[in-house]
């Protein structure tokens, strides 16, 4: 996948063939956040005034821009998957809960 990052944010960055435009979306906010240009240098612009834009939109309205987020997650995995996880969060010492928790968060940098 290809990112773009400023002040915090992440982008997803897509090529569209059919407009021969690069797009992005802005992850993890409350609001529906896209932008494109037809060169990289473009694209960031457009990225970087799109963040600022809705920097101080929340501001003026008080808000907090990211999506919350309830901390409980369920996931489907297959049993084997299971299984393996348990042992190996065994092999820690903690919980599988605990040992998820880390391994995610390794996972996405946090």
Same mark, same amino acid.
């Not at 944010?9 to 494109?36: M, N, P, Q, W």
């Given at each position: 996948?290809?990112? +773009? ?16 435009? #690069? ?11 896209? #932008? ?8 960031? *612009?457009?990225?970087? *005034? ?23 997650? +369920? ?13 190996? *969060? ?9 040992? *998820? ?10």
């Amino acid at each position: 996948m290809n990112t +773009m990052t400023y002040k915090g944010y992440t982008a997803r960055i897509e090529f569209d063939d059919r407009d021969s435009i #690069f797009v992005g979306r802005v992850l993890g906010v409350k609001a529906i956040i896209g #932008f494109h240009g037809e060169t990289v240098t473009e694209l960031r *612009a457009d990225f970087e *005034a799109a963040i600022d834009f809705m920097i101080e939109g929340c501001k003026a309205r008080g808000e907090s821009p990211e999506k919350p987020a309830s901390g409980k997650l +369920m996931l489907r995995v297959p049993p084997e998957v299971h299984a393996a996880a348990l042992v190996a *969060a065994q092999a820690t010492g903690k919980s599988l809960n605990q040992w *998820a928790a880390e391994i995610l968060g390794k996972a996405a940098h946090v």
